[in-house]
């Protein structure tokens, strides 16, 4: 058996585990990067890559994705920008019932009283704005600041400054055992894809495995309820641009926050999860969405999802009707019940550090999970208020 030693072993190279190893080995940190397939296996290499701070909701999840957003100026400055593809575009929430004005208004005032700028628009102004938008709409909420980059690239630019600092990277090979002595991980065990097998010995252990951390808390005697929550998306041929920001309908924010309406609701677009989005991508292809369904591991795009997704879409952009869909794809959210994160250090097993379950806004928060992360290895303080996302909250008697 290959015997590695280590400070720090990071399971999951998608974008959390690629940026953890990536802060990491800049503090001068000896890391080891482990995905069982390979980066951008998992949801990071299915989604959207809006870096938004308009689709969450005012408090923890508020402050934690206006922190990153922050935070992505200096990485896409230290990645490049170009090679991450990270545009200031702006971001547009579309109001499409005369009801949802006032709740816009609201959104936009906690959002501003956060340190955002945003703006509800009226209808004239929103079409001013993006004239390929249907006239039925009733106006927008205006976030300027917000961004967009191309989520896999993101990844794969951190693993290769991460090696760059001297990180070490593992692909192919899955824990199957984690040897526990005490409150502390001694040891990994890996089998790789070619029956080879490694012991990583490491001072600290990061699980960044997303949807599969039910799984690899289970071995470490830790629960991490993460659950796949599959969000599904049609990408058009390259046309001309339809719109100049991305964009998101207001339906997107209950779709996302109320899992529950989805189990009870007689409106299908309620049970699907849907909410509108619109993505142009920089080589001008168009990326639409979007559902929320709870449907386990399955990544397949259903017949119902892209229907709807496509003719929801030309309510709001007519244009799209025109535009030939060229592939669907389905990526899996990792959901954790009560809609936070789990960040930070488990309270059962000393050694072991969590960075999973970030939902429909794991792009965004990515660059502060990672702060979060480094910190706690390298012993310092994170650089904001972690408690309410401690990774065991769930595990009893933790
Ligand atoms: C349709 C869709 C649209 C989205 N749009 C946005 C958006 O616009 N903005 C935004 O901020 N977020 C968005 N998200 C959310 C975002 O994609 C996720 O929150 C984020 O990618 C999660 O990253 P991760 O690294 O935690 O997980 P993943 O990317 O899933 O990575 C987990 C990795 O762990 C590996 N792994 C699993 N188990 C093990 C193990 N036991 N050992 C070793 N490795 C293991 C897997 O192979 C995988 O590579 C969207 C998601 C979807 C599905």
């Known amino acids: 058996m290959q015997r590695i030693e280590t400070e720090i072993a990071i399971f999951g190279a ?12 800049k503090a001068g ?10 980066p951008n296996a998992g949801s990071s290499g299915a989604c959207d890559g809006y870096v938004s701070v308009s689709t ?39 109001i499409e019932t005369p009801d949802d004005v006032a709740k816009m208004e609201s959104h936009a005032g906690l959002l501003r009283d956060a340190g955002v700028e945003a703006h509800v628009i009226d ?31 993101v990844t794969l630019a951190l693993v290769a400054a991460a090696r760059q600092m001297g990180a070490r990277t593992i692909w192919k090979a899955f824990p199957v055992a984690f040897d526990i002595s005490g409150a502390h991980i001694a040891h990994a065990d890996l089998e790789g894809e070619d029956g080879g097998t490694i012991r990583i010995v490491a001072e600290q252990y990061v699980f960044c495995a997303g949807v599969w951390s039910r799984e690899i808390g289970a071995l470490a005697g830790v629960e991490l309820p993460v659950v796949p929550r599959r969000g599904e998306l049609l990408v058009t041929t390259r046309g001309r641009p339809i719109a100049t920001r991305f964009l998101v309908s207001a339906r997107y924010l209950t779709a ?40 386990g591991y399955d990544r397949s ?51 072991l550090l969590v960075a999973a379950g970030h939902e429909g806004d794991g792009i965004t928060l990515a660059p502060l999970t990672a ?3 480094a910190s706690l290895a390298c012993g310092r303080t994170p650089p904001v208020d972690i408690a309410e996302l401690a990774p065991d909250r769930f595990t009893p008697a933790a």
């Open 123 to 153: 209808r004239a102004t929103l079409l001013a704005r993006e004239p390929n938008l249907s006239p039925s709409l009733f106006g927008g909420l205006e976030c300027p600041g917000e961004a967009q980059v191309t989520p896999y690239l």
């Open 371 to 373: 702060k979060i992360i």
């Open 256 to 295: 996302k926050l109320d899992p529950e309406a989805a189990k009870t609701s007689d409106d299908p677009l309620v049970r699907m999860g849907y909410g509108f989005t619109l993505e142009t991508t920089p080589h001008g292809q168009h990326v639409i969405g979007n559902t929320r369904t709870f449907v």
């Open 56 to 94: 969450k909701i005012p408090g923890t999840a508020l402050r934690l994705a206006r922190e990153s957003q922050i935070l992505y100026d200096t990485l896409a400055s230290e990645l490049g920008h170009a090679r991450i593809e990270f545009v200031r575009r702006g971001g547009m929430m579309l």
């Open 14 to 25: 998608g974008i959390m585990g690629a940026a953890c190893a990536y802060e990491i080995a």
């Open 301 to 351: 795009v259903s017949r119902e999802g892209y229907v709807t997704i496509l003719a929801e879409g030309a309510k709001r952009i007519p244009a799209l009707a025109s535009l030939q869909v060229l592939r669907g794809f389905a990526g899996l959210r990792p959901f954790v019940p009560d809609k936070r994160p789990l960040i930070g250090r488990s309270a059962r097993r000393t050694n």
């Open 29 to 38: 940190r000896r890391v080891v990067l482990i995905d069982r397939a390979q």
